[in-house]
Structures are given as structure tokens and as C-alpha cells.
């Protein structure tokens, strides 16, 4: 089986636009006020600025995880320091690496007043799929894992793709030897 892809990984933009504001910055202060000291401190600033926006707003574009045969790849944007860094450095991430057989439970967690896609575990689906990417409520696998901890794969980018997200719940519950659970959050 190839890799199946979810959700969007963090690339070089956010650090390239950020490094651009922050020149654009330091240049502007050094022609107006020719004094080297500040016009570093600002350009410094100002980049540090841009990598803290992008980070805030990344929370709800981003969660890139990959599926292939030896089990799930997955990068963890859910803590706003690792976002942060992985603005900054996005090539420095760490994959969270899981072997199905680490897997000991599997639930589709589907947001407030939305309804799983259709075909997902008999769910059905009623909002217009332009507004849906934009919908404030969680749509993602959480996995449990034999050593006690939580990973969460995030579906909300990859949402209208219903074949491919049974076909991957089929998979891990195949491969993992586990029934799958959905659970409709009330908050």
C-alpha cells in the first residue's frame, strides 16, 4: 500500500514570510534612523511577531499524519510551542512514529452539532461541504495506545474524503485487531 496523506504539514512559507517581515522591518528602521543596534532589535522582533501570528493561526489548518503499511506517521501540532518551532525551523520536527500493534482502541470523535460523513461508521452528513473546512468542531481519530497515552489524527482538512477515511478506520482496526468507536461531543 502507498502512504495515505491527512491533513497539511507545516513547510517553508510561515518561515520565509516571517524572515521577510522581520528584513523589511530592520531595513525600513536602518534607512530611517541609521542606527544599526535598533534597527536589528525591530527586524528581530518583528520576525518573532509574524512566527507567533502564524503560529496562533495554525491551530485549526494544520495536522498532518500518514498512514502506510508499518503503521501511522504523525506530527503533533496540538502543543502552540511545537507550532511556534515548527514555524520557525519546520524542517527540525520530529515524526511520533506508531506500530498498529501500540494500538489498543480507536474512536471518531465528531464535533458539536455535525454529524460524521456519510459512511463512516453509518454517520451522515448535512452541511455544505464550502463552509465545512471552516467549522470551528473537532473531526479526528483519537487513539488510545498500549502505554497509556492519547494520540489524536485529525480529519477536519480531509473530511469530504469518505472512502479513504473508512478505508483507513477499516485498516486500523484490521491491523491493530480493534473495533472502532464514534463518540459525538456535547461541548
Given at each position: 500500500?502507498?502512504s495515505i496523506?491527512?491533513?497539511?504539514?507545516i513547510n517553508?512559507?510561515?518561515?520565509?514570510?516571517?524572515l521577510v517581515?522581520?528584513?523589511?522591518v530592520?531595513?525600513?528602521?536602518f534607512?530611517?534612523t541609521?542606527?544599526?543596534l535598533?534597527?536589528v532589535?525591530l527586524?528581530?522582533t518583528?520576525?518573532?511577531?509574524?512566527?507567533?501570528?502564524?503560529a496562533?493561526?495554525?491551530?485549526?489548518f494544520?495536522g498532518?499524519?500518514e498512514?502506510?503499511?508499518?503503521?501511522?506517521?504523525?506530527y503533533?501540532y496540538l502543543?502552540?510551542?511545537i507550532?511556534l518551532?515548527?514555524v520557525?525551523f519546520?524542517?527540525?520536527?520530529?515524526?511520533l512514529?506508531?506500530?498498529?500493534n501500540?494500538?489498543?482502541g480507536?474512536?471518531v470523535?465528531?464535533g458539536?452539532?455535525?454529524?460524521?460523513?456519510?459512511?463512516?461508521l453509518?454517520g451522515?452528513?448535512?452541511a455544505?461541504?464550502?463552509?465545512m473546512?471552516?467549522?470551528?468542531?473537532?473531526?479526528?481519530?483519537?487513539?488510545?495506545?498500549?502505554?497509556?497515552?492519547?494520540v489524536?489524527l485529525?480529519?477536519?482538512?480531509?473530511w469530504d474524503?469518505?472512502?479513504?477515511i473508512?478505508y483507513?478506520i477499516a485498516?486500523?482496526?484490521?491491523?491493530a485487531?480493534?473495533?472502532?468507536?464514534?463518540?459525538?461531543?456535547?461541548n
Amino acid at each position: 500500500m502507498d502512504s495515505i496523506e491527512f491533513g497539511r504539514k507545516i513547510n517553508y512559507v510561515p518561515m520565509t514570510v516571517s524572515l521577510v517581515v522581520g528584513l523589511l522591518v530592520g531595513i525600513l528602521i536602518f534607512v530611517f534612523t541609521k542606527i544599526t543596534l535598533l534597527a536589528v532589535l525591530l527586524g528581530v522582533t518583528a520576525l518573532v511577531i509574524a512566527a507567533l501570528l502564524y503560529a496562533r493561526s495554525m491551530d485549526d489548518f494544520y495536522g498532518y499524519w500518514e498512514i502506510n503499511d508499518e503503521g501511522i506517521k504523525s506530527y503533533d501540532y496540538l502543543n502552540f510551542s511545537i507550532r511556534l518551532q515548527s514555524v520557525m525551523f519546520p524542517f527540525s520536527e520530529s515524526q511520533l512514529a506508531l506500530k498498529f500493534n501500540d494500538i489498543k482502541g480507536l474512536t471518531v470523535v465528531v464535533g458539536k452539532e455535525m454529524n460524521a460523513p456519510s459512511n463512516i461508521l453509518g454517520g451522515s452528513f448535512n452541511a455544505p461541504k464550502k463552509i465545512m473546512f471552516h467549522l470551528p468542531t473537532p473531526y479526528y481519530l483519537e487513539l488510545k495506545l498500549n502505554d497509556g497515552r492519547q494520540v489524536n489524527l485529525d480529519l477536519s482538512a480531509d473530511w469530504d474524503d469518505t472512502e479513504t477515511i473508512e478505508y483507513v478506520i477499516a485498516l486500523i482496526c484490521s491491523e491493530a485487531d480493534i473495533p472502532a468507536e464514534i463518540i459525538k461531543q456535547e461541548n
